[in-house]
């Protein structure tokens, strides 16, 4: 059952919230979504879409010591794999929805922080794949939802509201250290990587995922 999480209200500093949600984007159609990629690794380096480098590395500064908290309090086991930070601006146009998943493994704190507008849909929790009891983790601007997964327990999904487009940051600790989190979670390590090479093209023909 998905019960380990954190919900934390005012997760962001106000200069950066009015800052993302003043970001100037391209425009995006109702059943659309699209996703400004943004990553600071722990030797510095950056890579960025729509975010200033030095703003990657403030926004970074800012929040690593609590995010890196988060991961001890949730996973312990994983703390020790991070390598590099995702800073994603991800908007979904007002018909957009994705379906029920549990992140990739690689994902060793997941973060998505509620930006804009003021009223939208916020994230759905599931016990299962199948979308068993839903919980709703309603949306309030600068409301941060974050977990760390696990293969049976972390299912969950998102949707706009049909009305406007709904833009988050999502906000991930990462690791490229695939092998060792399977031996943690006691998955296979070859079966998923088959099931993250394929869930792409899956979900790009199908609506789906494994």
């Not at 990657?56 to 086991?77: A, C, G, W």
Request: net charge positive; aromatic share 14%.
């Amino acid at each position: 059952m998905f019960t380990n999480f954190r919900v934390i209200d005012d997760f962001l500093k106000q200069e950066h919230f009015n800052f993302l949600i003043n970001l100037k984007l391209n425009d995006i159609k109702k059943d659309e979504i699209k996703i400004y990629s943004n990553k600071y690794s722990e030797d510095q380096k950056c890579e960025n879409s729509c975010l200033e480098l030095d703003f990657i590395k403030e926004f970074h500064n800012t929040y690593h010591k609590q995010m890196m908290d988060l991961l001890i309090n949730l996973y312990p086991e994983k703390s020790s794999l991070y390598d590099y930070s995702e800073f994603h601006i991800i908007e979904t146009g007002a018909d957009y929805k994705y379906p029920i998943h549990r992140d990739t493994p690689n994902k060793l704190l997941s973060g998505v922080v509620y930006l804009s507008p003021s009223v939208n849909k916020g994230t759905i929790l599931y016990e299962n794949k199948v979308g068993k009891n839903p919980k709703i983790i309603e949306w309030k601007t600068n409301r941060a939802l974050l977990f760390s997964r696990t293969e049976k327990t972390s299912f969950h999904s998102y949707e706009s509201d049909k009305i406007s487009t709904r833009r988050t940051l999502v906000y991930n600790l990462m690791t490229t250290k695939l092998r060792e989190v399977c031996k943690i979670e006691k998955i296979n390590y070859q079966q998923i990587k088959m099931r993250e090479f394929l869930n792409p093209y899956i979900h790009r023909f199908f609506g789906k995922v494994l």
